[in-house]
DNA sequence: GATGAATGAGCGTTCATTCAT
DNA sequence: AATGAATGAACGCTCATTCAT
């Protein structure tokens, strides 16, 4: 149940600093480690070109054995059920988001050029992994009840590189905002590149990926009147 | 397959001053037009409850015809599909949507202060129809090939409402924003607006409604460094 | 089930002259005996083409009373089941033959020329009536154990025109043929009127209805060696 | 629809020699083949007797399953749908019937012995498999517009062993006929076998096999008016 | 550790039949 | 007498999951 689900996520991202520091971990049969690592890679790799196609709900269990390249019977020695699968995919896209943000995004520098290039970056990002966030946007809400913090947590932490990238821009004067400001910033940033992927039937025909981004960074810098006469 | 919705919204959506003028017609075995109605608005309020709980792939048809209050037999009498529940409820929530704008959004008066009064009014509405918002969020891709382009329509029909007071400003000289810029910030006001209720996990820690449209109204006029000093 | 089946007509059957005299009845809602006559008319006849085109299992009722041209509440004022349908358009289509037979064949002449005569008009009826007899033939197995032994009733009472004619032709010597035989012939008779219409995927394209009838007969009355040589 | 089954079987039996060389594959999930045709035998075994009760239509697939001897999962594993079920009866039935009469026809004597001979024993199979007679003769209506002309196939393959049995005593002058006249009495015994199952009903009551057999082979041989002396 | 045959609960859907109007 | 909306049992079929090999 969805409602029920932010009641729990409520509950856990509350006080997520204590608990959700570790990851949720997903039990297999095989005690190899190497192994698991690589079957999951073979499973999410295999999981997203379907979830992409038909979505989580219409791809069935053989076919993600099938797509991963194993068994149907191989697959459930790595999982326990079907959404397992989901919110390992889930899992991973985030990772994979996040690993490469932090290589290009600087949250030290606190000047305004360094918020311009982490926006670019981002967005880049999302451009290239349109696919994926596609289906992270789509079908996090089929994660089970236990999972879904886990992922949202990773959204925060991602919320939270913009947040501390603007917090040196205040720092150093950059900026003038309230930390009430700064988290709105945050958010809409990150949620301005996502909507680059789940609204891209419209805005591809509006902009390309840079006319995107300049325009969206400058509307964040000076508004609609900042720049009126 | 996903992928193969946008060719065909985007196929649709380019020539659809002409073709999707009309609303999809969802066949009834029923004849009395009136019954329909009836029958039908039954079935979505049922269902919206449902898929705010559970989701349209978790509900079953079973259910749906449960919570409608009549039979499965009966169900079948109005729809063809359980499809044809999902783009019902889609099209009904959407219809909903824009009719409560349609009152109180002037897009005629052409100045910042209808902006500002148009966002509040929009915003207001996002949070008072929460759960049928995430609900046509989440679950409208898996509205079938044929019926997404309507939902899609409609969509840009509520960002139209956006762009024409924006239009208005700008006739104006209240702002000065060219065609490309004038388009994003509809967009942006738009999913703004949504943001408000599919991150309301997040959010409405953070913001009160009033705090929330007020500093996004804020951010859209005056940007983060039009207010710099 | 058709085991029983056969068991209830040998039951039947063996005592039929007693029992089967009258037709089986079909109670109606209706009591105006005229209207009912005009509703099962046109009842038949659109159900007739239907099971010409789908079968009896593959037509629902619904189908039945619009080919008939009314609607399904009335459909049962005149029946109580589906499958008294199917009994009342066996017995209207055997009925249709045997009258046209009536017409035709003369059972006293008593002579060889009366005999061929007979199968002459009998084949032709079959060819003229093919997708009736054709129904007929492949869904009275769908016949209820209890309006089974109508149906077959009145194809002994056809096989027995064909016997009576014979019989003329013993008594005057024009064919020497003992009961048994006689009753053998009527038989084979009868089946290739039948095999007319049930084998035409193949006949048809052997022979025309004349070349099928004039060597039907000849092989009927002189056999494959009466004419070796 | 019927009317367009027999045109696509035109069609096919048209150029049959060429394309229905081989069987119609009914593909099975489960790659085992040895599994594969001892599970369809099982299949084939219980659906026969399940149809000879009930009829194809009035079966269920749950009922086929458990007279296979295993669940509806198991069942699905080895067909797609309902109908591959009847295809496979129809032709398991049709292949045994025939390996029966290649064990005992020869059709290579060339003698009216041997015509005899093949009319025995072909009499006797169609006695001894009554039942499967009946439900292939009763069910190969239902087939798919696509499985129907393998069946009839089937049916002219077998004719066209009579065929072959008359062809020989015509070379040898045995018989005096066209081959017209050799494809109608082939028809003719083919069509008098299957009579022996289909109206058992009343053949029963009125002869033995052995007198029924008898008094076709006399019938068809001499007519009725060859030995009429 | 890998396989894939087996299972059966549960799904979407149909349709013969009823009955209030 | 005629209608057609309502019903729900029952159908064909799917698919997540298990477990013997």
């Not at 149940?1 to 297999?28: H, Q």
């Amino acid at each position: 149940m969805l409602s029920n689900n932010w009641a729990v996520c409520n509950f856990f991202l509350g006080r997520r600093r204590k608990i959700l520091t570790t990851k949720r971990e997903v039990p297999a049969s095989v005690k190899d480690e190497k192994l698991i690592q690589k079957r999951r890679d073979q499973m999410i790799k295999g999981a997203v070109k379907l979830f992409i196609n038909k979505g989580f709900h219409r791809s069935t269990t053989r076919e993600i054995a099938k797509a991963a390249g194993f068994s149907i019977g191989t697959l459930y020695e790595y999982i326990r059920k079907k959404e397992d699968v989901l919110y390992l995919v889930c899992d991973a896209i985030y990772d994979q988001v996040q690993e490469r943000l932090q290589e290009v995004i600087d949250t030290d520098r606190g000047n305004i050029e360094s918020l311009r290039e982490a926006v670019r970056a981002y967005f880049k990002v999302m451009d290239e992994m349109q696919d994926e966030v596609l289906v992270m946007y789509q079908e996090a809400k089929s994660l089970t009840k236990d999972a879904l913090p886990y992922v949202l947590e990773k959204e925060l932490d991602m919320v939270a590189m913009f947040q501390k990238v603007i917090e040196g821009c205040v720092r150093n004067k950059e900026l003038m905002l309230n930390e009430q400001e700064i988290k709105l910033v945050s958010h809409n940033i990150f949620v301005q590149g996502q909507m680059w992927a789940f609204r891209r039937w419209i805005l591809r025909k509006l902009y390309t990926l840079e006319e995107y981004t300049e325009l969206q960074i400058n509307q964040l810098l000076y508004g609609v009147q900042g720049r009126k006469e």
